[in-house]
């Protein structure tokens, strides 16, 4: 017997049921002599493929005979009025028997003989999937699906068992009866921070781990594992793919989300090329929708959550019994926060949650929600109003071992059998300028996929500057880094100097103490490139050298690039490279104080982090701008007249405000620069650079080691033949890449002498 559902009008849409000798009916054998049109119901119902919950006895069977040749009679019919008179349709009693209505009678196979008409909540579902159909009539499909460059990465460092807790947890609760449950223990996920740092991977990986593992995740009340679930991921992209904005200021919380899950579902992952504002114009067009209370009525009671949820589980043909599980994940959630302001009602963020939270009370479509960007404070705020908890997931920074072990999984994947090259310490470098922002480590291997390195790394090129500027650049395209400066200068050198002092900050502090008005480091990590990290409970400003690298371009603290200094030719980094950097991060770090508005800083200042006796730490100079560098032709203070800088040929005297990068094999500083303390004094800054490397790295660095290179400044300044010069006093600061002697009983900062300041591998973090 063939059937045609009502308000699916045309032969593409008809089915057969198939009337055997006993069928089963709730359960029960019924002779088909015995057969009841309420039985035929209970057929039909099994027959079609729906999934909403509805009764069968609700639906009404017309008798029809309709041959193929009279299809067009279907295409107008919408009323039991057109069943009748353009069909000639009679209603079927439900105690009727069957047998008296069809097997009496000889049934053309090719001819519909009854017509199903739905309860009006299925007719609703059937109309979405109707507006679906005709709003991606004749859109063309893409064929091109590949995933994006970043899901290819391996996930490193990345805790997934507090999220799958608390989905575990949620689940289970989803077999109480709402009325039971406690808002507070229905917990959201949330993962927020700065842009790039693995939010949107986190969360496919979230869901293909618990895709693998639900028999342990997804388990009933007697801890057994609900039998053949279906899984689904709904990403939804606030900032870009599908942004909230003026269009959607009169919908309802649950007509703008599922207006978007609609989108995600049917349009996006069925491939059609269709943008998100497009597909709602057609769909506001289809309603007629307008400011009217009606028209916007008339959208909601179809593009609302339970249809499109309801049509999903249509389209994926799953029974009333199948659970269906989605991952909906909410990205950059401060546009919602945003979009607050603009919306006609009151409470967008707070309306949307507990609509979607009523999903994590149902264990036939559960939908746990993961919200992520850059919000974190507006998000805690949510707390006290929603009574809903949140769940926090961390993305931590990359450590170094994981950027590595990411890079050989490359190098192998590209079967570059010979990929110790990745392991040469200016690859090292251009991976550490990262400091583990997983965005930097995805464009260094794309830059490396581009170049072919892996494959072809001993016949190129390998220009690590240009490497390095690369990297940078993009950066700086993805974060808006340069234009920020420029707009926010003082920002810009406060956050420098903050980072680069190692001090931790709170995200409601003010950036600029003394400006009322001035951003707080949440509202920047928020809206632009600010990483915070959390350090054992406190939180630090973490910038990648690339950051720091545009800021001093932008700002122009320092006449080279900083990392240039470091990285070039470091296949054979030796003391003058080491030499060079030390030198301009000592010319960066001072007109960083200076531009800051310092006129004045104690060593402490200009030396974050260094060992020294409390007297010299607390030693305050007179600040000024640094004019640059000039690598002398002749070593000082042998020669201490016209001192010229071999590059410029220019002349300098010994007082100027210029950082002095000595000459080879000089007894004096390795560079030097003059300072006058606030009494008045002059003195000279010897910077000594010992580069240790190979097997002297492991020795520890004792106390007379530090003493002997202030004893040799002293003696050399003695040998001088300027009384002027030899008045000048001296304070050496030694960096070395050695690291104190761990066995050493005493306090090594307090028994160094006065006047020597120590910067070793033990307080590199704090002071570079």
């Known amino acids: ?44 119902y099994n027959e079609i493929n729906h999934d909403i919950k509805f009764n069968y006895k609700d639906i009404d069977l017309w008798k029809v005979d309709i041959t193929e040749n009279e299809g067009n009679k279907l295409k107008h019919v919408t009323t039991e009025d057109d069943i009748k008179k353009k069909l000639g349709g009679k209603k079927l009693v439900p105690i009727h028997s069957v047998k008296k209505h069809f097997l009496e009678q000889l049934l053309v196979d090719e001819n519909i003989h009854v017509i199903v008409q739905l309860p009006a909540a299925a007719v609703i579902i059937e109309s979405f999937s109707m507006v679906m159909e005709k709003i991606l009539e004749n859109v063309a499909r893409s064929s091109d699906r590949t995933p994006g460059f970043s899901s290819s990465i391996p996930l490193k460092e990345r805790n997934m068992e507090s999220a799958i807790k608390s989905i575990s947890k949620n689940f289970k609760q989803s077999f109480y009866t709402p009325q039971t449950v406690a808002k507070q223990t229905l917990q959201f996920l949330v993962c927020c921070g700065a842009p790039g740092i693995g939010k949107t991977r986190y969360g496919l990986e979230l869901f293909n781990h618990l895709k693998n593992n639900s028999e342990k995740v ?37 007509s703008a989300i599922a207006l978007r899950i609609a989108y995600k579902f049917f349009v996006v992952d069925e491939s059609y090329q269709m943008q998100f504002n497009v597909f709602r114009q057609k769909i506001y067009d289809h309603f007629k929708v307008n400011s009217t209370i009606e028209s916007l009525t008339k959208f909601e009671s179809t593009i609302n959550l339970n249809n499109v949820i309801q049509s999903i589980r249509m389209s994926r043909q799953l029974n009333d019994n199948r659970t269906l599980v989605i991952l909906l994940h909410i990205d950059e959630i401060q546009i919602m926060f945003n979009y607050e302001k603009y919306w006609m009602r009151k409470g967008f963020t707070k309306r949307l949650l507990h609509r979607l939270a009523l999903y994590m009370l149902d264990n036939k479509t559960f939908i746990q929600t993961f919200l992520s960007g850059t919000a974190l404070q507006d998000v805690v705020k949510l707390k006290e109003p929603t009574s809903y908890n949140f769940s926090y997931i961390n993305c931590p920074l990359l450590s170094m071992g994981a950027c590595i072990e990411i890079v050989n999984y490359f190098a192998v994947r590209e079967n570059d059998t010979n990929y110790q090259w990745t392991l040469d310490r200016s690859f090292i ?17 794309e830059e490396i996929l581009e170049r072919n390195l892996f494959k072809n790394h001993k016949n190129h090129p390998w220009n690590l500057t240009g490497f390095f500027i690369k990297i940078a650049t993009r950066l700086d395209f993805s974060y808006n880094i340069t234009t920020f400066v420029k707009e926010h200068k003082d920002l810009a050198l406060t956050l420098l100097k ?30 632009k490139h600010i990483i915070l990290e959390d350090v054992d409970g406190k939180l630090f400003i973490a910038m990648p050298v690339y950051f720091i690298h545009l800021y001093n371009t932008t700002l122009n603290l320092a006449d080279v690039i900083l990392s240039e200094a470091l990285i070039s030719n470091q296949r054979s980094m030796e003391w003058q490279h080491w030499e060079t950097f030390v030198a301009h991060f000592e010319m960066f770090k001072v007109n960083l104080l200076f531009a800051s508005g310092k006129t004045t800083a104690k060593l402490n200042e200009i030396y974050p982090g260094a060992f020294g006796n409390e007297k010299t730490l607390s030693l305050k100079f007179k600040l000024k701008n640094l004019k640059g560098i000039a690598y002398l032709e002749h070593q000082f203070p042998s020669k201490y007249e016209g001192l010229r800088c071999r590059n410029t040929k220019v002349s300098h005297t010994w007082k100027d405000n210029i950082v002095f990068k000595n000459a080879a094999s000089s007894e004096f500083g390795d560079s030097i620069l003059r300072y006058v303390s606030e009494d008045g004094n002059g003195y000279f800054l010897c910077l000594q650079c010992k580069w240790i490397w190979g097997k002297d790295f492991q020795i520890p660095l004792k106390l007379p080691d530090v003493v002997g290179e202030h004893r040799k400044n002293l003696a050399t300044l003695e040998k001088c033949d300027s009384e ?13 890449t050695r690291a104190i002697d761990p066995e050493l009983t005493y306090d090594f900062g307090s028994a160094i002498p006065d006047n020597i300041l120590l910067v070793c591998r033990d307080n590199f973090h704090q002071h570079f």
């Open 724 to 736: 002027e010069i030899k008045k000048e006093k001296i304070i050496t600061v030694l960096f070395t």
């Open 1 to 44: 017997m063939n059937s045609e559902r009502f308000l699916q009008t045309s032969f593409h849409n008809t089915f057969a049921v198939n009337l055997v000798n006993d069928s089963d009916i709730c359960g029960s054998l019924v002779n088909i002599n015995n057969l009841k049109i309420s039985d035929l119901k209970y057929l039909i």
């Open 498 to 527: 903050n980072c680069l002092k190692s001090d931790s900050i709170e995200r409601t502090h003010k950036v600029l103490k003394s400006d009322d008005n001035s951003l707080t480091y949440g509202e920047l990590e928020r809206d």
């Open 429 to 445: 470098k251009i991976l550490d300028d990262a400091r583990g922002l997983p965005r930097a480590i995805e464009y260094i291997l």
């Open 218 to 254: 997804l388990v009933d009340l007697h801890s057994q594992p609900v039998p053949d679930p279906d899984f689904l991921s709904i990403y939804l992209d606030f900032g870009q793919d599908v942004e909230l904005d003026c269009y959607d200021n009169n919908l309802t919380a649950d």
